[in-house]
């Protein structure tokens, strides 16, 4: 079981910028990916950024060159840097990570609760 905590939400002016975490109950080391997901109002859940075990990264293109996912293995934490924000950005933001479960010997998504981030004009 993994369990993920995000922190960081809040309300931010247009151009602004937040920094999301999202701390994992467990080593992150050997988890296959972690990533960052968000879900407007009457919209579906999208991925906005994703990082592997090896440090790749892949990006939505509408955050591309405006936020950066990064993580800390001896902090087991993921972070979201979001720079540049639009009132669209504005959304609840979900850590997920993609992680072995070896009590069940499956492979799982995990997601945390989800932080508002909202951003005015």
């Known amino acids: 079981q993994v369990q993920l905590g995000e922190s960081g939400g809040g309300l931010v002016q247009a151009g602004g910028s937040l920094r999301l975490s999202c701390a994992a109950s467990r080593s992150i080391f050997s988890f296959n990916a972690m990533g960052w997901y968000r879900q407007a109002p009457g919209k579906q859940r999208e991925l906005v950024a994703r990082?592997?075990?090896?440090?790749?990264?892949n990006y939505a293109d509408s955050v591309k060159g405006r936020f950066t996912i990064s993580k800390d293995n001896g902090k087991n934490t993921v972070y979201l840097q979001m720079s540049s924000l639009k009132p669209e950005d504005t959304a609840v933001y979900y850590c997920n990570a993609d992680a072995w479960d070896p009590s069940v010997s499956l492979r799982r998504n995990y997601w945390g609760q989800g932080t508002q981030v909202t951003v005015s004009l």
């Open positions: 990082i592997t075990n090896s440090g790749s990264t």
